[in-house]
């Protein structure tokens, strides 16, 4: 007989023996979790109790948890609709869901939220942490800043575009502005596309931003994410290609006004210049001096071989399975 888990949405304080299944979507001094119906809930780790619970949490991936302790604990600045937090305790049980079990129901990481809803004042409100996906088309110099409490940090603004080329500004505080600052280069050839976990929305003097919120925000801009993929396979922009007075761009040939001809036309034609030819590359033939290299998802830097058919991007600091061909 299949175990039977209980909802996030159904948990209480009236009742002590709980058993859920749920993804771990972000680690930091409070983690974050979302279960089978989307809903969220937050958890505490007592610090007694961080060495033995830290290191076997992962973050996007699935675990089957009881005996756990809920508390009614009000967040000013809240990233689930739930009020109850779930408490570690010595009796609690944690397993991982691994490859063997395989999850019972996708992960579902991200609840975005749209620039149109960003501004309006009654679907989004400044108490209200969501998520955002968008392309990073302009940027200030990141500046050092102290804190009311006398921390030093970082600051930097970024501008932000989503698909209908609605724009937003983005302060980055902190962490975040390491983790951006690497990829945001002039000789950059792809968009970056950006995943803002956690972020807030501030308004004043009319104006309305969104920002990084202490340690709960994060910059997720792995290649692989699905949500990043989609992103750029649904953009239209198209990067570091001049046009040429001379002949047709690209949006004439959208517009169907220039004639696509055949490799065999081509052969066949007689006559000198420019056409246009529609095909699908099916392989890449080269020597010993290649014209082309492995480079990194994210950046245009080469990548080196790490065991186990791994890639590793000196410039982001990262090791992936994956790379980019690039000429």
């Known amino acids: 007989m299949a175990e039977r888990f209980d909802r996030i949405a159904d948990i209480h304080q009236r009742k002590m023996h709980w058993n859920i299944q749920v993804y771990v979507i972000r680690m930091y001094e409070v983690p974050s979790y979302d279960d089978r119906s989307g809903v969220r809930i937050h958890s505490s780790i007592p ?11 992962k973050e ?44 019972t129901f996708p992960l579902e990481p991200f609840s975005f939220r749209t620039i149109p809803e960003i501004l309006n004042p009654l679907a989004v409100t400044e108490t209200e942490l969501f998520d955002f ?6 940027k200030e110099d990141p500046r050092d800043l102290t804190t009311s409490k006398g921390l030093d940090t970082k600051r930097m603004a970024i501008k932000l ?32 596309i950006v995943v803002l976990q956690f972020f807030r929305v501030n308004r004043w003097d009319g104006k309305t931003s969104i920002q990084s919120h202490f340690d709960i925000s994060k910059v997720c801009v792995d290649a692989i994410l699905s949500d990043i993929v989609e992103f750029r396979n649904s953009s239209v922009r198209i990067t570091q290609m001049p046009t040429q007075s001379s002949g047709p761009g690209i949006e004439q040939l959208r517009r169907g006004q220039v004639e696509i001809k055949s490799i065999e036309d081509a052969w066949n034609s007689t006559e000198e210049g420019k056409i246009w030819i529609a095909g699908k590359i099916l392989s890449i033939t080269s020597g010993k001096n290649d014209w082309w290299y492995k480079a990194c998802d994210v950046c245009p830097k080469k990548v080196d071989p790490k065991e186990g058919g791994m890639w590793e991007c000196k410039r982001c600091e990262k090791i992936t399975k994956s790379y980019t061909i690039r000429a």
């Open 60 to 103: 996007f991936n699935m675990h089957n948890m009881r005996n756990f302790v809920i508390m009614d604990k009000r967040l000013k600045v809240k990233a689930t609709q739930i009020s109850w937090t779930l408490s570690f305790c010595n009796r609690i049980e944690v397993d991982e869901v691994d490859e063997v079990d395989l999850p």
């Open 161 to 192: 575009q989503d698909l209908e080329k609605n724009s937003m500004r983005c302060v980055l505080f902190g962490s975040c502005v390491d983790e951006i600052m690497p990829l945001i280069t002039e000789d950059r050839v792809e968009p970056l």
């Open 133 to 138: 996906v968008a392309e990073v088309v302009g």
């Open 47 to 57: 610090k007694k109790l961080m060495s033995t619970w830290g290191p076997r949490l």
